[in-house]
């Protein structure tokens, strides 16, 4: 007995130590860089089957805003798992992409609520750090998912968000080997996809040699001045090779300048995140490509983590999601909403 | 007009007691301490930015700019505590800078004699693009904890933001109701010509509002800094819409000379219950933003059937 | 048959009954004034006539057949028309595009300018042809854009016509103008219902008149056979003495201006005396209200003044400081903070002397204001009420009291008594010869001849930014004034 009592503190004293070593040198998250990681496809393998919750679990869930059909399908994803599974899921979500504190608010409002997890999608990197804190305070498991980083998570699911870029580039490198003259229509400045998507971009173009970036500004995530921007551009450039736009709303207004250019034939458009307009204006000819993250599997994986960190499982601070290079060539297989033939096809 | 002033606050208490009322009966958890201090501590914010905005309002005037000098006072009082400079000199500069963007404002409008619309609109995005350009954008983490435990501690179980604000509260109220200054912003508001031809300094009175404006976005940036634990250059956006909002339903007169500082407050906590309500409700954020607009609307329709009948 | 009848007409306003069962009958081709004191009942009862109000009770015959008007539209259509003190256009638009707002003549789905225009400049002939018709009516003066609201109002048909303060922004020659124009529409057969607080335009015009008292029908007077003095004692419900003039100058210099130009105001100079009354003559336009401007320091002027000696120093601020107040002629405009209360307004140019401590002392304010308003009249005696709810006459004894808080020395009154009622009228009067007699000095600028007459000890006569004479004593005559007033 007294062995035990011992043993017993020894162990919660030394966890005690090792939860505070951790908090005190976790170091400020980068999502794309941070080498404790592993790839979504080695969860099953590494860790086993998915352990199944509790009854009556619930997990909270807070998003940028529901204007935007990226966000709408990862909440899509969370509730598929949730349904499969049985569990309580409250997703809430911000009135706009720049309602800082309204976001705030609401993750405060939701701790309160004997959440198991909370699944949360930052306006930008510091805006929910209190919440986060709080949360920690109540012993609530908080997973970043996506896009901003907030530098005191402790868990990030989400995309390589510079391998977006990257990958891209790279289909510049394939299938335009005489190089030429890029642009780049960038996201809101400072947003750390934003600028992680425009780095792989271009910093793998230029290692190329070929390749020139003659422009890279920022459209706010707007379509509308993605367009005014590309046009602008197109009129300076007239022998421009192609676009790179951090996310696909704006490459569709990029599409738009493109044709209103009568240049739809030479320059090639490509933009990210798979939203269903993308995958329709690929098939349709106009865009030449997007970097799908997949939204749908992303918010199952992340469910799956959650429940994986409910369970005990000690995963890594960083688990990446599902990206691909969608293109006219592979779009059959990818634009299939039956999401298990879309792992299948992803893990092949 | 005293009499009609307690009335129409008390029209707004009334509101606010009906939405608690309504939440109160949905949600078991929205009557809680915890629940009930988390309303003010998430309003503290706006509250700050309003009570400036009243003063501006009741001026005869409207600061646009408070989100964007907030960004940048933010920024600049960051980067100088990871400097290295110490909290209450970095606080006094973010101040300052406040201070000098309101002064930038009134100069603008009292001597340009340019609409206050139009110049905090320019205000807008000059400010925002300095904290912008000053940080390429980036947030800025690292700041000191000493600095963070001012903003994160408590008082008697209250969060220090609500009680900062509940003091600047009382002085502002103070300012319009017993100084000359207040009866000063209620003179220019009501009738600008009127008011210097009775002597009133116009163009002073002018400055005084819109740096008290900026210095209540500073204030407001000290304490989302401090929660945040960063500061942001995109900090801010659409503070101006929700302190307007608050001012308004508290029952600032656009056109200028009327409003109530207990009114603004309790237009800010009306709008952060109904966040926090309808959050706990599990609300979709669309309804949410429904509801806000409906409340606006009401409040601006109970205004005139309460007043229009005052000729 | 009357064209006209109202009778028994009563309306409340929640509990407070504001007619008690008015009667009022206007005959064909007659000008009949609807006289009283301002909340009299005189603008429910015209508000009641043009549709804006219902009655609560009472009947409206028009040519002896009863009707019931709705709204402005069914006055409209009933042969009435009204021609309001702020004048109901829409600035940017044409002449004739007013005379025809909301009853455009069309051809197909478009407006029948060309249409439209001839028949305005037909309608107009008559008043003035030199309108004209394609030009916005912002950009004519108050004279001619009431003509237009009259050939608005010829346009619709109007069997009568109704006429709120209609020469309240009017020079003497424009009344004399509009005299006409009344006189021609009474000869084709049109009534006109005539509201104004000046009683020589009401004894030159009506011929008979409706008086009303709190709401009630006091007694219909023949004119001009009526004198003057019963009509007013029937408004006012007591005899006014009608004083005569006093001076109370002494020969003390207190203000002097020398070659003050600015805006339409040329190279004047002159003095004022301590205790006395000075006038300002003349037409609209020709600088009078700018001068007043200029000494108060509200306009930026060339040339010196000063005051017991010292120069003051330029802006509002510094001119008060020196002991000058400016009375303003639109007090709702340039003299009074709508929404506050008495006490601020009276306080407003005197903050210091009410601050202990950087705060207000309210009680000091309050207590100070009061005596004043006690002083000066103001009724209700309610300091605290916003001074928005008060009559013009009380704004105007409100604002005095600013001035007399502030221990003004010289007050410079711009039109004291424009918009304000008989009974007020005299109030004002009294006042500006008690502020005379304790020893301050007093500028008068006004439209009203005998305003001036009877309140100036000297009268300065501006014409075209100069001064063209300045009267004393026997020479103060209306002849004398006119003749310097009129550009040669």
Same mark, same amino acid.
């Given at each position: 007995?007294?062995?035990?009592?011992?043993?017993?503190?020894?162990?919660?004293?030394?966890?005690?130590?090792?939860?505070? #070593?951790?908090?005190?040198?976790?170091?400020?998250?980068?999502?794309?860089?941070?080498?404790?990681?592993?790839?979504?496809?080695?969860?099953?393998?590494?860790?086993?089957?998915?352990?199944?919750?509790?009854? &009556?679990?619930?997990?909270?869930?807070?998003?940028?805003?529901?204007?935007?059909?990226?966000?709408?399908?990862?909440?899509?994803?969370?509730?598929?798992?949730?349904?499969?599974?049985?569990?309580?899921?409250?997703?809430?979500?911000?009135?706009?992409?720049?309602?800082?504190?309204?976001?705030?608010?609401?993750?405060?409002?939701?701790?309160?609520?004997?959440?198991?997890?909370?699944?949360?999608?930052?306006?930008?990197? #510091?805006?929910?750090?209190?919440?986060?804190?709080?949360?920690?305070?109540?012993?609530?498991?908080?997973?970043?998912?996506?896009? #901003?980083?907030?530098?005191?998570?402790?868990?990030?699911?989400?995309?390589?968000?510079?391998?977006?870029?990257?990958?891209?580039?790279?289909?510049?490198?394939?299938?335009?080997?005489? &190089? &030429?003259?890029?642009?780049?229509?960038?996201?809101?400045?400072?947003?750390?996809?934003?600028?992680?998507?425009?780095?792989?971009?271009?910093?793998?173009?230029? #290692?190329?040699?070929?390749?020139?970036?003659?422009?890279?500004?920022?459209?706010?995530?707007?379509?509308?001045?993605?367009?005014?921007?590309?046009?602008?551009?197109?009129?300076?450039?007239?022998?421009?090779?192609?676009?790179?736009?951090?996310?696909?709303?704006?490459?569709?207004?990029?599409?738009?300048?493109?044709?209103?250019?009568?240049?739809?034939?030479?320059?090639?458009?490509?933009?990210?995140?798979?939203?269903?307009?993308?995958?329709?204006?690929?098939?349709?000819?106009?865009?030449?490509?997007?970097?799908?993250?997949?939204?749908?599997?992303?918010?199952?994986?992340?469910?799956?983590?959650?429940?994986?960190?409910?369970? &005990?499982?000690?995963?890594?601070?960083?688990?990446?999601?599902?990206?691909?290079?969608?293109?006219?060539?592979?779009?059959?297989?990818?634009?299939?909403?039956?999401?298990?033939?879309?792992?299948?096809?992803?893990?092949? | 007009?005293?009499?009609?002033?307690?009335?129409?606050?008390?029209?707004?208490?009334?509101?606010?007691?009906?939405?608690?009322?309504?939440?109160?009966?949905?949600?078991?958890?929205?009557?809680?301490?915890?629940?009930?201090?988390?309303?003010?501590?998430?309003?503290?914010?706006?509250?700050?930015?309003?009570?400036?905005?009243?003063?501006?309002?009741?001026?005869?005037?409207?600061?646009?700019?408070?989100?964007?000098?907030?960004?940048?006072?933010?920024?600049?009082?960051?980067?100088?505590?990871?400097?290295?400079?110490?909290?209450?000199?970095?606080?006094?500069?973010?101040?300052?800078?406040?201070?000098?963007?309101?002064?930038?404002?009134?100069?603008?409008?009292?001597?340009?004699?340019?609409?206050?619309?139009?110049?905090?609109?320019?205000?807008?995005?000059?400010?925002?693009?300095?904290?912008?350009?000053?940080?390429?954008?980036?947030?800025?983490?690292?700041?000191?904890?000493?600095?963070?435990?001012?903003?994160?501690?408590?008082?008697?179980?209250?969060?220090?933001?609500?009680?900062?604000?509940?003091?600047?509260?009382?002085?502002?109220?103070?300012?319009?109701?017993?100084?000359?200054?207040?009866?000063?912003?209620?003179?220019?508001?009501?009738?600008?010509?009127?008011?210097?031809?009775?002597?009133?300094?116009?163009?002073?009175?002018?400055?005084?509002?819109?740096?008290?404006?900026?210095?209540?976005?500073?204030?407001?940036?000290?304490?989302?800094?401090?929660?945040?634990?960063?500061?942001?250059?995109?900090?801010?956006?659409?503070?101006?819409?929700?302190?307007?909002?608050?001012?308004?339903?508290?029952?600032?007169?656009?056109?200028?000379?009327?409003?109530?500082?207990?009114?603004?407050?309790?237009?800010?906590?009306?709008?952060?219950?109904?966040?926090?309500?309808?959050?706990?409700?599990?609300?979709?954020?669309?309804?949410?933003?429904?509801?806000?607009?409906?409340?606006?609307?009401?409040?601006?329709?109970?205004?005139?059937?309460?007043?229009?009948?005052?000729? | 048959? !009357?064209?006209?009848?109202?009778?028994?007409?009563?309306?409340?306003?929640?509990?407070?009954?504001?007619?008690?069962?008015?009667?009022?009958?206007?005959?064909?081709?007659?000008?009949?004034?609807?006289?009283?004191?301002?909340?009299?009942?005189?603008?429910?009862?015209?508000?009641?006539?043009?549709?804006?109000? !219902?009655?609560?009770?009472?009947?409206?015959?028009?040519?002896?057949?009863?009707?019931?008007?709705?709204?402005?539209?069914?006055?409209?259509?009933?042969?009435?028309?009204?021609?309001?003190?702020?004048?109901?256009?829409?600035?940017?638009?044409?002449?004739?595009?007013?005379?025809?707002?909301?009853?455009?003549?069309?051809?197909?789905?478009?407006?029948?300018?060309?249409?439209?225009?001839?028949?305005?400049?037909?309608?107009?002939?008559?008043?003035?042809?030199?309108?004209?018709?394609?030009?916005?009516?912002?950009?004519?003066?108050?004279?001619? $854009?009431?003509?237009?609201?009259?050939?608005?109002?010829?346009?619709?048909?109007?069997?009568?016509?109704?006429?709120?303060?209609?020469?309240?922004?009017?020079?003497?020659?424009?009344?004399?103008?509009?005299?006409?124009?009344?006189?021609?529409?009474?000869?084709?057969?049109?009534?006109?219902?005539?509201?104004?607080?000046?009683?020589?335009?009401?004894?030159?015009?009506?011929?008979?008149?409706?008086?009303?008292?709190?709401?009630?029908?006091?007694?219909?007077?023949?004119?001009?056979?009526?004198?003057?003095?019963?009509?007013?004692?029937?408004? *006012?419900?007591?005899?006014?003495?009608?004083?005569?003039?006093?001076?109370?100058?002494?020969?003390?210099?207190?203000?002097?201006?020398?070659?003050?130009?600015?805006?339409?105001?040329?190279?004047? !100079?002159?003095?004022?005396?301590?205790?006395?009354?000075?006038?300002?003559?003349?037409?609209?336009?020709?600088?009078?209200?700018?001068?007043?401007?200029?000494?108060?320091?509200?306009?930026?002027?060339?040339?010196?003044?000063?005051?017991?000696?010292?120069?003051?120093?330029?802006?509002?601020?510094?001119?008060?400081?020196?002991?000058?107040?400016?009375?303003?002629?639109?007090?709702?405009?340039?003299?009074?903070?709508?929404?506050?209360?008495?006490?601020?307004? *009276?306080?407003?140019?005197?903050?210091?002397?009410?601050?202990?401590?950087?705060?207000?002392?309210?009680?000091?304010?309050?207590?100070?204001?009061?005596?004043?308003?006690?002083?000066?009249?103001?009724?209700?005696?309610?300091?605290?009420?916003?001074?928005?709810?008060? !009559?013009?006459?009380?704004?105007?004894?409100?604002?005095?009291? $600013?001035?007399?808080?502030?221990?003004?020395?010289?007050?410079?009154?711009?039109?004291?008594?424009?918009?304000?009622?008989?009974?007020?009228?005299?109030?004002?009067?009294?006042?500006?010869?008690?502020?005379?007699?304790?020893?301050?000095?007093?500028?008068?600028?006004?439209?009203?001849?005998?305003?001036?007459?009877?309140?100036?000890?000297?009268?300065?006569?501006?014409?075209?930014?100069?001064?063209?004479?300045?009267?004393?004593?026997?020479?103060?005559?209306?002849?004398?004034?006119?003749?310097?007033?009129?550009?040669?």
């Amino acid at each position: 007995m007294q062995h035990f009592l011992k043993g017993a503190l020894a162990i919660s004293a030394l966890t005690l130590s090792l939860g505070m #070593a951790q908090a005190q040198d976790l170091a400020p998250l980068n999502s794309d860089s941070e080498p404790d990681r592993m790839d979504w496809s080695e969860l099953e393998a590494k860790f086993g089957p998915l352990p199944a919750p509790a009854a &009556g679990t619930k997990v909270g869930g807070v998003s940028k805003t529901l204007t935007n059909e990226y966000w709408r399908s990862l909440g899509q994803g969370y509730q598929n798992v949730a349904d499969k599974l049985g569990l309580t899921f409250v997703y809430q979500a911000a009135q706009n992409e720049g309602d800082q504190l309204g976001q705030l608010s609401i993750a405060e409002d939701l701790i309160a609520q004997g959440f198991a997890a909370l699944l949360f999608s930052p306006q930008t990197d #510091a805006n929910l750090v209190p919440a986060v804190e709080k949360a920690k305070a109540a012993g609530i498991p908080v997973l970043n998912v996506n896009d #901003a980083v907030i530098p005191t998570a402790e868990h990030y699911v989400g995309n390589v968000q510079k391998d977006n870029g990257v990958r891209v580039a790279q289909w510049f490198i394939d299938n335009r080997p005489d &190089g &030429g003259k890029v642009a780049v229509i960038e996201g809101q400045p400072g947003v750390y996809a934003a600028g992680q998507r425009t780095a792989g971009f271009t910093e793998t173009i230029n #290692a190329s040699g070929k390749f020139e970036v003659v422009a890279s500004v920022p459209a706010n995530w707007s379509r509308e001045e993605a367009f005014n921007a590309a046009s602008t551009i197109l009129q300076q450039y007239p022998d421009l090779t192609g676009f790179y736009a951090n996310n696909d709303g704006m490459a569709l207004g990029v599409v738009e300048a493109v044709k209103a250019a009568g240049k739809a034939e030479t320059v090639a458009v490509f933009g990210t995140d798979g939203i269903s307009d993308a995958y329709a204006a690929i098939k349709s000819g106009d865009l030449t490509g997007t970097v799908d993250s997949f939204p749908i599997l992303t918010g199952e994986v992340a469910m799956e983590v959650a429940l994986r960190l409910m369970a &005990g499982q000690d995963l890594p601070r960083v688990v990446a999601t599902p990206q691909a290079l969608i293109t006219k060539d592979n779009i059959d297989t990818f634009s299939t909403t039956d999401q298990a033939a879309l792992r299948a096809a992803l893990l092949k | 007009m005293l009499s009609l002033l307690r009335f129409r606050d008390a029209g707004t208490v009334l509101g606010l007691l009906i939405i608690g009322t309504v939440f109160a009966t949905l949600a078991p958890t929205f009557l809680t301490a915890p629940n009930l201090l988390n309303v003010l501590q998430q309003s503290s914010i706006n509250a700050c930015v309003a009570l400036g905005m009243t003063l501006v309002i009741i001026s005869g005037g409207i600061d646009l700019s408070v989100g964007p000098v907030a960004a940048l006072s933010a920024v600049l009082g960051a980067a100088l505590m990871v400097a290295g400079v110490p909290v209450p000199l970095a606080i006094a500069a973010m101040i300052g800078t406040g201070l000098a963007c309101g002064a930038f404002n009134a100069a603008l409008v009292a001597f340009g004699g340019l609409q206050p619309f139009i110049v905090t609109l320019g205000g807008l995005s000059l400010y925002r693009a300095l904290a912008l350009i000053f940080t390429g954008g980036q947030p800025i983490f690292g700041l000191p904890e000493g600095f963070r435990a001012l903003t994160n501690g408590t008082l008697a179980g209250v969060p220090n933001p609500v009680i900062l604000v509940a003091v600047l509260a009382i002085l502002a109220h103070v300012v319009l109701n017993k100084t000359p200054l207040g009866e000063y912003f209620l003179a220019v508001g009501g009738n600008p010509e009127a008011a210097r031809i009775a002597g009133v300094p116009v163009r002073a009175t002018k400055f005084a509002a819109y740096m008290i404006s900026g210095a209540c976005a500073s204030v407001a940036s000290v304490v989302l800094v401090g929660r945040l634990g960063a500061a942001e250059p995109t900090m801010g956006t659409l503070w101006e819409l929700d302190a307007i909002a608050a001012a308004a339903i508290g029952g600032a007169s656009l056109m200028g000379g009327r409003g109530s500082i207990l009114g603004t407050l309790i237009g800010c906590i009306i709008l952060g219950t109904l966040r926090n309500g309808l959050t706990l409700l599990n609300v979709q954020a669309f309804y949410q933003l429904l509801a806000t607009g409906i409340i606006i609307i009401v409040a601006m329709l109970v205004d005139r059937l309460t007043t229009g009948k005052q000729g | 048959m !009357s064209r006209l009848s109202i009778s028994g007409v009563e309306k409340s306003f929640g509990a407070l009954k504001v007619l008690h069962g008015v009667s009022m009958t206007v005959e064909p081709g007659e000008v009949h004034g609807l006289l009283g004191e301002n909340g009299a009942g005189k603008s429910t009862l015209l508000n009641i006539l043009c549709g804006v109000l !219902s009655p609560d009770r009472g009947t409206v015959q028009i040519d002896g057949r009863p009707v019931t008007i709705t709204s402005p539209r069914a006055a409209s259509e009933a042969g009435i028309a009204m021609i309001h003190q702020e004048l109901q256009q829409v600035p940017e638009l044409t002449v004739a595009q007013n005379i025809f707002l909301g009853a455009n003549l069309r051809r197909g789905p478009f407006t029948a300018r060309a249409a439209q225009e001839a028949e305005a400049r037909r309608l107009l002939a008559p008043l003035d042809p030199t309108i004209d018709v394609t030009a916005p009516v912002k950009s004519l003066r108050v004279a001619a $854009r009431q003509l237009v609201e009259i050939a608005k109002a010829l346009r619709a048909r109007a069997k009568i016509i109704a006429m709120d303060e209609p020469t309240s922004s009017l020079t003497p020659a424009e009344f004399e103008k509009l005299a006409q124009v009344v006189q021609k529409l009474t000869a084709e057969g049109v009534s006109v219902i005539y509201v104004s607080h000046k009683m020589d335009e009401v004894f030159r015009l009506c011929h008979s008149a409706t008086i009303l008292r709190d709401g009630r029908f006091i007694e219909r007077v023949k004119l001009p056979e009526t004198p003057v003095a019963q009509v007013i004692a029937k408004m *006012v419900g007591r005899e006014l003495v009608h004083a005569t003039h006093v001076s109370y100058a002494k020969p003390k210099v207190i203000l002097q201006a020398q070659g003050l130009t600015g805006g339409p105001v040329r190279d004047v !100079s002159f003095t004022l005396h301590q205790g006395e009354v000075l006038g300002i003559a003349g037409l609209v336009g020709s600088g009078r209200t700018e001068l007043l401007r200029i000494i108060a320091g509200v306009d930026s002027s060339t040339g010196s003044l000063t005051l017991n000696g010292q120069a003051p120093g330029q802006g509002p601020r510094a001119r008060i400081a020196a002991g000058l107040g400016l009375l303003p002629e639109e007090r709702k405009r340039d003299g009074i903070i709508r929404h506050r209360p008495v006490t601020t307004n *009276v306080g407003l140019a005197s903050m210091k002397a009410f601050t202990t401590g950087g705060l207000i002392a309210k009680r000091r304010l309050h207590a100070r204001t009061e005596a004043l308003m006690k002083d000066v009249g103001l009724r209700p005696l309610d300091v605290t009420k916003p001074i928005g709810q008060f !009559s013009g006459g009380n704004q105007q004894k409100a604002i005095i009291g $600013r001035w007399l808080a502030a221990d003004t020395q010289v007050f410079l009154f711009d039109e004291p008594t424009r918009g304000i009622d008989v009974g007020a009228k005299a109030e004002i009067y009294a006042l500006i010869e008690r502020l005379a007699a304790e020893g301050r000095s007093v500028i008068v600028v006004s439209s009203e001849m005998p305003e001036v007459i009877r309140l100036s000890d000297r009268v300065m006569v501006m014409r075209e930014g100069r001064i063209s004479a300045t009267l004393s004593g026997p020479d103060i005559t209306e002849a004398n004034i006119a003749h310097n007033a009129i550009p040669a």
